[in-house]
């Protein structure tokens, strides 16, 4: 989803949940969950492992 989407490029930027939600005025709760689908749908079990593939298989802004 696009909000999943949104959760996987601030992870990548580094930040944890809480500062996720604060970001997205959601509960850490929701961006948990959210976390969890992303594992599932991506087939990764750690946060590592979902960054390395983020940065292989999602779009990426350009940068001119």
Known sequence: ???E???IELL????ISKEIAEVLNISK????NHKQNIYFKTGTKKINELITFANRYLPRPSAH
Not at 12 to 15: D, E, H, I, T
Not at 29 to 32: G, H
């Open 29 to 32: 709760n929701t961006v948990e």
């Open 1 to 3: 989803s696009a909000r």
């Open 5 to 7: 989407l949104e959760i």
């Open 12 to 15: 990548v930027k580094g930040l």
